[in-house]
Nanobody, 122 residues
């Protein structure tokens, strides 16, 4: 079983950048597709980005395409989300997750971390 921890997050001004990290424990990390989703207060969970097990295939929500980059380092059991040109509407709790299945932006998650708060001030 893989456990996920997302340190980081924080407060940043509009237009700024932030890099989220997700540390995974477990020997089978490299066999999983991974992703990030976010949830803002009063809103539904929203898919942000995903990456396949080898890191050769990525997918992004339209709302973050061109601004966010997902990557992984299987040797370090880690997944990252580089967020650039941040906007106030990016404010949310961000979760790192193991993906069970994905069909476009419809994603089924197996498990996720405790989440990290990202706040973008205007």
């Amino acid at each position: 079983q893989v456990q996920l921890v997302e340190p980081g997050g924080g407060l940043v001004q509009t237009g700024g950048s932030l890099r989220l990290s997700c540390a995974a424990s477990g020997r089978t990390f490299s066999s999983y597709a991974m992703g990030w989703f976010r949830q803002a207060p009063g809103k539904e969970r929203e898919f942000v980005a995903s990456i396949n097990w080898s890191g050769t295939n990525t997918r992004y929500a339209d709302s973050v395409k061109g601004r966010f980059t997902i990557s992984r380092d299987n040797a370090k059991n880690a997944v990252y989300l580089q967020m650039n040109s941040l906007k106030p509407e990016d404010t949310a709790v961000y979760y790192c997750a193991i993906i069970r299945a994905q069909n476009g932006d419809h994603v089924q998650y197996d498990s996720w971390g405790q989440g990290t708060q990202v706040t973008v001030s205007s």
